[in-house]
């Protein structure tokens, strides 16, 4: 346990007195356990520049329950953690600077591909709303009017679906304003339901047999341009890499030879 740490060491230029670098620490000494969890701050021209964790949590999203991931141990850029107003989770909680573009991102893994409510447990205490944009795994899903709370202490949520997939994904939401955002105090995550198709499945009968195997073959040698599903062309992907080739019909055709037992690739 770390005791005696300061929580403000400024590292001062010795010519000009100007701050050159910074590091902070927002969560209380007794709560330090190693240096792994301190936040670092770079200053630059006597001026913020980013904020950062130097080891951010990867989350490992329960299936049958809400998860939460704190903002304070995401990676953040341009913002600070404090902890000055209350009711917050955690140690603290994310203040963004009045600067469009500073972020919070979440990496969580999830049990299955499937939908998930994102649950942004946040405070605006201004009188006005305050649009941020949000990002799952490097697609903008849009813009959240995150309206104001009537004071610093008042929390409320707001959400949004986002389809995640298998494993690790990465949530950011990212401020539009240049007049301040909202202070994030967590992301909930919601699995709601597991992938709509079933791979394999290509006319959607819930089977996987020789029927899938030959429109699969009419589709490969063109002429067909499409499945009578749906979700034809996502349950063919057998590999997972964004292609329906020949490369999906040598894995299903394994599998109902019995060479393979589960589609897609790396399932169990």
């Known amino acids: 346990m770390i005791s005696d740490l300061e929580l403000l060491k400024v590292l001062l230029d010795n010519t000009n007195n100007a701050i050159k670098s910074a590091y902070l620490l927002f969560a209380p000494k007794d709560q330090i356990q190693s240096l792994d969890n301190y936040y670092r701050i770079a200053v630059t021209e006597n001026r913020i520049q980013e904020l950062s964790t130097p080891k951010h949590t990867v989350f490992l999203i329960d299936p049958s329950a809400e998860t939460i991931c704190e903002a304070e141990d995401s990676y953040i850029y341009n913002t600070v953690i404090k902890s000055a107003n209350a009711n917050y989770s955690g140690i603290g909680y994310v203040d963004f600077y009045n600067e469009s573009g500073s972020y919070i991102e979440w990496t969580v893994s999830a049990p299955y591909e499937g939908t998930a409510i994102l649950n942004f447990r946040y405070v605006n205490g201004s009188t006005d709303n305050r649009p941020m944009e949000i990002e799952v795994n490097g697609n903008v899903l849009g813009i959240l009017d995150f309206n104001t709370t009537g004071d610093w202490t008042t929390l409320k949520s707001q959400t949004i679906t986002a389809d995640l997939n298998k494993g690790t994904n990465t949530i950011r939401v990212?401020?539009?304003?240049?007049d301040g955002s909202p202070n994030i105090d967590y992301l909930g995550i919601t699995m709601?339901?597991?992938?709509?198709?079933?791979?394999?499945?290509?006319?959607?009968?819930?089977?996987?047999?020789?029927?899938?195997?030959a429109l699969l073959k009419i589709y490969l040698l063109g002429y067909s341009k499409e499945f009578p599903y749906e979700y034809g062309i996502k349950s063919a992907d057998l590999n997972r890499n964004g292609e329906v080739d020949s490369i999906d019909f040598a894995i299903l055709r394994s599998f109902l030879l019995g060479i393979i037992k589960a589609i897609p690739v790396g399932a169990t």
């Open 192 to 213: 709601v339901r597991s992938t709509p198709y079933i791979y394999g499945d290509l006319n959607g009968d819930k089977l996987v047999n020789s029927i899938d195997f």
């Open 174 to 178: 990212t401020s539009k304003a240049t």
